[in-house]
C-alpha cells in the first residue's frame, strides 16, 4: 500500500512524539515505524525484520508512579536488571545478555537514544538512567540485534526514546506522592500551542527525594524537561533541554552475613554518586517532495560526574609474626596477601619495613592505612550532528525505501581521581598499634573511614577525545507483495585520544592514540502471506570501540580500581557483534497479537573487566577475553478481553563463552592460590549475572470506567556470581556461587475522580520476598559484626532487592489535560 504525501504529512507534523527512531505512526491499521534513530518516512510495521517492541504513551500513563525503566523490567521481554550500585535511580538494564549500565566495568552492549541522539556517556559507553526525566517520556521502543544502522555499542539492541511536545500535551499537570522509605516526589508540567498553531512548547520539573530503604541511602533526583517546536505544512523543528542535578547514595555489594535480618545492612559509607546534566538538542525534519525527506539533528551536552567512596584500603599489608621482624630475616607475607605462608599463620602482623617498628622510619604508607577516601570527579562535553535523506521512490517498478545519511560526534572527558588515607603516622607510634586502635579508623555503625590524612593525592588526571565518524545506507525493497528485502551497511571511523597529565609520556604514562574502523553489513528477508502475518530472518553485525577507561586500564600487572584509577596499558581491539534472527508475528484478532523469535549473537574480542582480589575499589583490568555467545528464545502473547488487557512474555537466555581463557582470581574456591590466582573458564561456561529463563505477567482490570487495577509478576530463575566465571566457586560452608531464582509481584491502582482530580496508589514486593539481584565474589577486613580487622575473608557480596513497600499519589489535569490526548 502506498502513503500518500498528505496521510504522510498530516501524521508525521502533527505525531505524539518527535518521530525518533521505531515511531509509531498509525494510518487505520497501519502501523508505520522509523527504521533509524532520526525522524523518517517510515515502513509498515509488518514488512520491518524485527521483534521491535513499542510502548506508547497509554502503557506509561496505566500504570502510574513508575518509571520508565521499571516499565521495561515489568513488560518488557527479554529485559532483566539489577541494582548493583543499590540505588533505584542506577540500575543495570540487560537485553538478551546485553548491558546498558551506569557502572563502569560493565561490559556495555546496548545503544540509548533519547529524540535520536545517542546519550551513552563518552568515558565508558555507560547510561545514567537517573539523567533521563522519566517524566517526560512520550513513547519508547526496544530494537533487537545488532542493527548496523543505529551506530556504535549497538550489539545486542538499542533503546529508543521519545520526549513530549505541548502540541499532544496541553494543559497544565501537578503530580504528588508519597510513602515507604520516606519517599515524596513532586511534578509540575505544563503544555500548549500558539493561537496560530505554527508553535507548541512544553515544560516540566520533577524532584524526588527519599532516604533509601538500606541504611545511610538518602537521595535527591532534580530533572527538568522543557521542549519547543515549530511547524509549517512542510517542515517541523524542535528545541528540546533536559537538566539534571542528582546526589544519590548507592550502598550496593554487601556481604551476606553483614546485611541483617531486614536485608539493610551495608558494607562501607559513603558510597556518593552527583551526577549534573546539560543536554541541548535541535531535530528537524522537511519534505523537499512527495517522496523525499529530509531529517537531522544536532546536540551539545555537558555532564558531570563526582563520585565520594568510604572503603577499606585494598592495599593494606601485614606480615607474619612468627618471621622475627629484627632478626634479619626477610618477612613473609601474609598468605592471604599472597605469600605462601611458610613462615606461619599467625595472622597479627606488622606493617612496618623489616627490622623496626618505628612508623616514623621509612614505613610504607599505603600498606599501613586501614581506611582510604576515594574522590573522582569526570566532566565529559559532547557534541555532534546527524542527517540523513529517505527516498520513498519505486526502483524497476518495485515498491523501495532507501535512507542514506551521515553523522559525526566529538566527545571530550577529564578524569580525575584522588585518594585520602587514614592518618597513621599521626595517630599511633608503632604498626602494633594499628590493630589496637582498629575501633578509630572506621566510625561506628557507618564504618566510613575517620582520622583521614591530611594529604589528599592525585592519582589519576586523564584527558580523552574521540571522534566518530559515519555513513550509513539502509534499502528496503518489496519484491511482491509477500517478499521484502533489506540490506543495510555502516561505516564506523573512531579515534581514541588519552593524555596524562601526570605522567606525559614514558614509562607509565596512560597517553596513547588509538583508531578504530569498520563496516558493518546487514541483511533481512520478511514474508507477509497476510496482513495479520510476519515472518523474517536476518544477519546484521555491529561494533564497539574500547573506551577511554577501558584503553586507560587493560593491564594484569597494574590492575586499577574502577572507577578511581587506571595504569599504562596494552591497547585493545574493538568488540564485534553478528547476530542471526529469525522470528514471526501476527494477529489471532484484533484484540490479540503474538510473537516468537529465536536469536545468536556472537561476540568477538569481547571486553570485560576482569576482577581481582578487591571489595570496594573493584580491584582489575579490562581485557579482550575472546568470543562470548547469546543465544535464546522470546515469546509475547498481549490483547484484551473484555475489560481485562494481559501481556505475557517468556525469554530464554543461554549466555557463555565461546573461548577457553584465564582469568586472574583470588578469591574463586578454584583459584591457584600457591602460584599466579588464576581461574581456568572453559568454553561453554555460563556468563555472570545473567539468568537463564525469565517471565513476566502485567494484568490490568478495569472495575468501573473510572477505576482500574494492575499487577505485575517478574520471575527469574538463578545467575551466577561475578568472580564465578568457571562456574565452579564453593565457599566454605558449601555454598555454590550462585544466586537462586526468585518472583515478585506489583499491585498498582488509579481513580478517575473528575474535574481533572485523579488518585493512584501502587505496591512493590507485595509478598516480601527476600532476594538478591546481583553478587560478586570478594573480600573484605570486616566481620560479620562490622568489626574491622586485619585479615581478610573471602565472601560472596550481594546485592539484596528491595523489600514490600506502598506509595500513594494524586494529580490535578487543568487547562486542557495534558495526559487525555
Known amino acids: 500500500m502506498k502513503l500518500k504525501l498528505s496521510v504522510i504529512v498530516a501524521l508525521a507534523l502533527a505525531s505524539s512524539t518527535s518521530l525518533g527512531a521505531a515511531e509509531k505512526l498509525s494510518t487505520g491499521t497501519i502501523n508505520v515505524i522509523s527504521t533509524t534513530p532520526l525522524p ?15 510502548f506508547d504513551s497509554k502503557d506509561l500513563r496505566n500504570q502510574p508512579g513508575v518509571t520508565f525503566a521499571d516499565q521495561l523490567m515489568n513488560n518488557a521481554q527479554g529485559i532483566t536488571f539489577n541494582e548493583i550500585q ?111 498553531g505554527s508553535v507548541d512548547y512544553f515544560l516540566g520539573l520533577q524532584h524526588t527525594t527519599e532516604d533509601g530503604w538500606r541504611k545511610y541511602s538518602p537521595s535527591h533526583i532534580n530533572q527538568t524537561f522543557g521542549k519547543i517546536g515549530w511547524q509549517n505544512e512542510k517542515t517541523k523543528l524542535n528545541l528540546s ?41 535541535l531535530n528537524g525534519a522537511h519534505w523537499l517532495s512527495n517522496d523525499v525527506m529530509l531529517s537531522g539533528n544536532a546536540y551539545h551536552r555537558t555532564s558531570n560526574r563526582n563520585t565520594l567512596n568510604g572503603d577499606a584500603n585494598d592495599d593494606f599489608r601485614t606480615y607474619d609474626s612468627s618471621v622475627a621482624i629484627d632478626d634479619g630475616a626477610t618477612p613473609t607475607p601474609n598468605p592471604i596477601h599472597g605469600g605462601d605462608g611458610s613462615g606461619g599463620v599467625d595472622e597479627t602482623g606488622l606493617c612496618a619495613p623489616r627490622g623496626t617498628d618505628a612508623l ?60 585520602q588515607l587514614s592518618n597513621v603516622s599521626d595517630t599511633v607510634g608503632s604498626a602494633t598499634d594499628i590493630v589496637a586502635l582498629a575501633d578509630t579508623w572506621f566510625a561506628p555503625g557507618t564504618r566510613k573511614p575517620i582520622n583521614l590524612s591530611d594529604d589528599i593525592e592525585t592519582e589519576v588526571n586523564l584527558g580523552g577525545k574521540s571522534k566518530t565518524a559515519s555513513l550509513f545506507v539502509t534499502d528496503t525493497m518489496s519484491l511482491n507483495q509477500f517478499w521484502h528485502v533489506t540490506a543495510s551497511a555502516r561505516y564506523n571511523h573512531t579515534t581514541v585520544k588519552n593524555r596524562d597529565a601526570l605522567t606525559p609520556s614514558g614509562a607509565g604514562s596512560l597517553s596513547g592514540d588509538h583508531g578504530f574502523n569498520r563496516v558493518n553489513p546487514s541483511l533481512s528477508l520478511t514474508f507477509t502471506p497476510t496482513e495479520t502475518l510476519s515472518v523474517f530472518g536476518s544477519y546484521s553485525e555491529s561494533n564497539r570501540a574500547p573506551t577511554s577507561i577501558e584503553l586507560g586500564c587493560a593491564d594484569p600487572a597494574q590492575p ?75 515469546l509475547g502473547l498481549s490483547g484484551s478481553v473484555d475489560k481485562l488487557f494481559f501481556r505475557a512474555g517468556y525469554s530464554f537466555i543461554s549466555a557463555k563463552y565461546d573461548s577457553d581463557l584465564t582469568l586472574v582470581n583470588e578469591v574463586n574456591s578454584v583459584a591457584d592460590n600457591a602460584g599466579a590466582d588464576t581461574i581456568s573458564v572453559s568454553k561453554g561456561n ?25 499487577s505485575n ?109
Open 40 to 54: 523518517s518516512i517510515g515502513l509498515p510495521l509488518n514488512i520491518i525484520p524485527a521483534n521491535i517492541q513499542i
Open 86 to 196: 543499590g540505588n533505584p535511580w542506577q540500575p543495570d538494564v540487560s537485553f538478551r545478555g546485553f548491558s546498558a549500565s551506569p557502572l563502569a566495568g560493565t561490559p556495555q552492549g546496548m545503544s540509548v537514544f533519547v529524540d535520536g541522539v545517542r546519550v551513552n556517556e563518552a568515558f565508558g559507553d555507560t547510561v545514567h538512567w537517573d539523567l533521563i526525566p522519566n517524566f517526560a517520556i512520550q513513547g519508547m521502543q526496544v530494537v533487537p540485534g545488532s542493527n548496523p544502522v543505529y551506530g556504535l555499542n549497538t550489539l545486542g539492541g538499542a533503546l529508543a526514546l521519545q520526549t513530549k511536545d505541548g502540541r499532544n500535551n496541553q494543559g497544565a499537570a501537578l503530580e504528588a506522592e508519597a510513602g515507604s522509605w520516606g519517599r515524596k516526589r513532586g511534578l509540575a508540567q505544563f503544555g500548549g500551542v500558539s493561537k496560530d
Open 241 to 281: 533541554y533536559i537538566g539534571a542535578y542528582n546526589n544519590m547514595i548507592g550502598n550496593g555489594l554487601t556481604p551476606i552475613d553483614m546485611l541483617g535480618g531486614d536485608r539493610d545492612g551495608i558494607h562501607t559509607t559513603p558510597d556518593q554518586t552527583k551526577n549534573y546534566l546539560n543536554h541541548f538538542a
Open 360 to 419: 616514623t622510619e621509612g614505613y610504607d604508607k599505603e600498606a599501613c592505612a586501614p581506611g582510604i577516601m576515594n574522590r573522582s570527579r569526570l566532566k565529559s562535553r559532547s557534541l555532534g550532528f546527524n542527517i540523513q535523506a529517505a527516498f520513498n521512490q519505486e526502483v524497476f517498478g518495485k515498491k523501495n525505501q532507501l535512507i542514506t545519511g551521515l553523522g559525526y560526534d566529538v566527545q571530550r572527558t577529564r578524569f580525575t581521581q584522588t585518594e
Open 560 to 634: 586499577c580500581k574502577l572507577p578511581n584509577a587506571m595504569a599504562a596499558d596494552p591497547p585493545l581491539n574493538q568488540v564485534v557483534a553478528k547476530t542471526y534472527d529469525f522470528g514471526v508475528r501476527g494477529k489471532a484478532a484484533e484484540n490479540l497479537k503474538w510473537n516468537a523469535s529465536v536469536y545468536r549473537t556472537m561476540n568477538h574480542d569481547d571486553i570485560h573487566f576482569i576482577n581481582s582480589s578487591s571489595f570496594s575499589g573493584a580491584l582489575g583490568y579490562f581485557d579482550n577475553v575472546g568470543r562470548t555467545k547469546r543465544q535464546g528464545l522470546d
Open 686 to 710: 555460563y556468563l555472570a549475572g545473567i539468568p537463564k529463563h525469565q517471565f513476566k505477567l502485567r494484568l490490568q482490570y478495569s472495575i468501573t470506567p473510572q477505576w482500574s487495577v494492575g
Open 713 to 821: 509478576a517478574v520471575a527469574y530463575s538463578d545467575q551466577f556470581v561475578q568472580g564465578n566465571e568457571n562456574n565452579a566457586h564453593v565457599d566454605y560452608s558449601g555454598i555454590k556461587g550462585k544466586l537462586s531464582g526468585y518472583t515478585v509481584v506489583n499491585l498498582d491502582t488509579q481513580y478517575n475522580l473528575g474535574q481533572g482530580w485523579n488518585v493512584f496508589a501502587k505496591a512493590i514486593n507485595i509478598f516480601d520476598k527476600d532476594y538478591y539481584t546481583g553478587g560478586r565474589l570478594a573480600e573484605t577486613m570486616f566481620s560479620s559484626a562490622g568489626a574491622w580487622g586485619i585479615n581478610d575473608r573471602g565472601v560472596t557480596a550481594v546485592v539484596p532487592g528491595a523489600p514490600q513497600a506502598a506509595w500513594v499519589g494524586v494529580r490535578y489535569e487543568f487547562g486542557g489535560a495534558p495526559e487525555a490526548k
